[in-house]
């Protein structure tokens, strides 16, 4: 499974990212795609995450700054990111899994796999 992630950078506090994860050999159909993120000393923490149905799910903290889409034929998924904080700085996963739910509770099943991650950093 490869997971192409590309988007992350620095920004200043109150400016947008915009991330991108392209899959490619997934074997299981109708998979959860997503985004997971973990900041230097704390725990990781879910984001979004899409099914390919377009089903989204958002972690509570997450709702009304990040927006998650997809484009179903490029197997790609966004996460579009604004009002970036300071406290948005982290590592930025994306993952995949067949199992809803965990993704976006920043967790993998035996089903799942991540990327190796790009850096976000939002500085104030």
């Known amino acids: 499974v490869d997971l192409e992630e590309s988007g992350g950078g620095s920004v200043q506090a109150g400016g947008s990212l915009r991330l991108s994860c392209a899959a490619s050999g997934y074997t299981y159909t109708d998979p959860w795609m997503g985004w997971f993120r973990q900041a230097p000393g704390k725990e990781r923490e879910g984001v979004a995450a899409i099914a390919s149905d377009g089903r989204i799910d958002y972690a509570d903290s997450m709702k009304g700054r990040f927006t998650i889409s997809q484009d179903g034929a490029k197997n790609t998924v966004y996460l579009q990111m604004n009002s970036l904080k300071p406290e948005d700085t982290a590592i930025y996963y994306c993952?995949?899994?067949?199992?809803?739910?965990?993704?976006?509770?920043?967790?993998?099943?035996?089903?799942?796999?991540r990327g190796q991650g790009t850096q976000v950093t939002v500085s104030s």
């Open positions: 993952a995949i899994d067949l199992v809803a739910g965990t993704v976006v509770a920043g967790r993998l099943s035996p089903f799942g796999h």
